[in-house]
T-cell receptor, first 113, second 108 residues
């Protein structure tokens, strides 16, 4: 099976702009989660989607949003970008059972200038 | 929320065993995970252990879980240069809570 695919791999944006990141989960996986990785804060949970519904949400401002499509692919959007949004954004897919392992993609490296 | 603590650095000689330690606070976590991250890459799932187990072995990897002390360890036998990476301990409730990561450096 193909792994988790994230596009694009790299993005450079300017403060105030918005950005959309994409994630295709492993075939058959119905849950998609998003994490932000920064040197200062480490790995932090953004949100999780299951069957097109947000199931859980982390402690991030409303500028961060996501959605999931009927084919389980997910997108994450960040509006009004700030310098502090520069990070590696990781997507993880999971079969759907609450305790099944999460498999991560290679991430999208976002740089905000 | 869940607190997960790891030592930050480990230096090991090629061929020796590496042991990475992790402590956590939430005893209700049912699964505990080890991930590996190489430069420029995402997180690779190495292994995981269910909370009712004490030990799990998978080729060169051995995971030990002490539920009483909330202590998890990952032992890598016969450490190779390709094992140089950052290793993350993580515990799962509705989300993964990660430690800060242990940077393992393998020296010749």
């Amino acid at each position: 099976k193909a792994g988790v695919t994230q596009t694009p791999r790299y993005l450079i944006k300017t403060r105030g702009q918005q950005v959309t990141l994409s994630c295709s989960p492993i075939s058959g996986h119905r849950s998609v989660s998003w994490y932000q990785q920064t040197p200062g804060q480490g790995l932090q949970f953004l949100f999780e989607y299951f069957s097109e519904t947000q199931r859980n949400k982390g402690n991030f401002p409303g500028r961060f949003s996501g959605r999931q499509f009927s084919n389980s692919r997910s997108e994450m959007n960040v509006s009004t970008l700030e310098l502090g949004d520069s990070a590696l954004y990781l997507c993880a897919s999971q079969e759907g059972q609450a305790n099944s392992p999460l498999h991560f993609g290679n991430g999208t490296r976002l740089t905000v200038t | 929320g869940e607190d997960v603590e790891q030592s930050l650095f480990l230096s090991v000689r090629e061929g020796d065993s590496s042991v990475i330690n992790c402590t956590y606070t939430d005893s209700s976590s049912t699964y505990l995970y080890w991930y590996k991250q190489e430069p420029g890459a995402g997180l690779q799932l190495l292994t995981y252990i269910f909370s009712n187990m004490d030990m799990k072995q998978d080729q060169r990897l051995t995971v030990l879980l002490n539920k009483k002390d909330k202590h998890l360890s990952l032992r890598i036998a016969d450490t190779q240069t390709g094992d140089s990476a950052i290793y993350f301990c993580a515990v799962l409730d509705y989300k993964l809570s990660f430690g800060a990561g242990t940077t393992v450096t393998v020296r010749a």
